[in-house]
């Protein structure tokens, strides 16, 4: 075998490999992927099941029910909607402090076979003017906000929104 061979088969295997690694890296990467789904999202198509993923969204006014669960631990029932759509949330744990009806929340877990998103984590807003920019793209995206126009509707009237469009009928709602 010749020098200009052996470089070859050289770099052939050094190709392979590093091909190699970048698949593995890749297939890993995308297990721990974890993508943002607004309600609406969830409504026009399921996540596959046991997949995790961001909900985000606005706590629904009225929708909290607290309980203490048989292990001490509190258990947070809540509704995150979008305007037209609505998913029931259930959280296990402590909620952080500037968790409110009418406040933005992005929470962090898995869509059960029953519809309702067992959350593992519960993010709150931070200050009246922020809003997660993920709920902000979801409100864009459904009508309900044009940045042209002005500012963001007010959080507390997120559940009652309906789409800026003349003779538009509105929006079923689903979840509970």
């Known amino acids: 075998m010749t020098k200009k061979h052996r470089r070859l088969w050289l770099l052939l295997l050094c190709g392979l490999g590093l091909g190699s690694a970048t698949a593995l890296t890749l297939a890993a990467v995308q297990d721990n992927l974890v993508f943002f789904r607004s309600p609406s999202d969830i409504a026009r198509q399921a996540p596959p099941p046991g ?43 402590v909620l952080p402090d500037l968790f409110r009806e009418g406040q933005g929340v992005v929470t962090l877990g898995k869509l059960g076979p029953d519809g309702v998103f067992r959350a593992s984590e519960v993010l709150a807003r931070h200050d009246e003017t922020y809003m997660p920019p993920e709920v902000a793209e979801a409100l864009k995206r459904s009508g ?17 929104l309906e789409v800026n469009q003349p003779n538009a009928a509105p929006a079923p709602r689903s979840g509970s």
Do not use: C, K
């Open 51 to 93: 997949r995790a993923f961001r909900l985000g969204g606005l706590v629904e006014a009225g929708s909290v029910s607290r309980q203490t669960g048989p292990d001490g631990q509190p258990d947070i029932r809540f509704t995150v909607t979008d305007g037209p759509h609505a998913v029931a949330v259930a959280y296990a744990g």
């Open 144 to 160: 309900h906000w044009n940045p042209a126009e002005g500012p963001p509707p007010a959080a507390a009237t997120w559940n009652t």
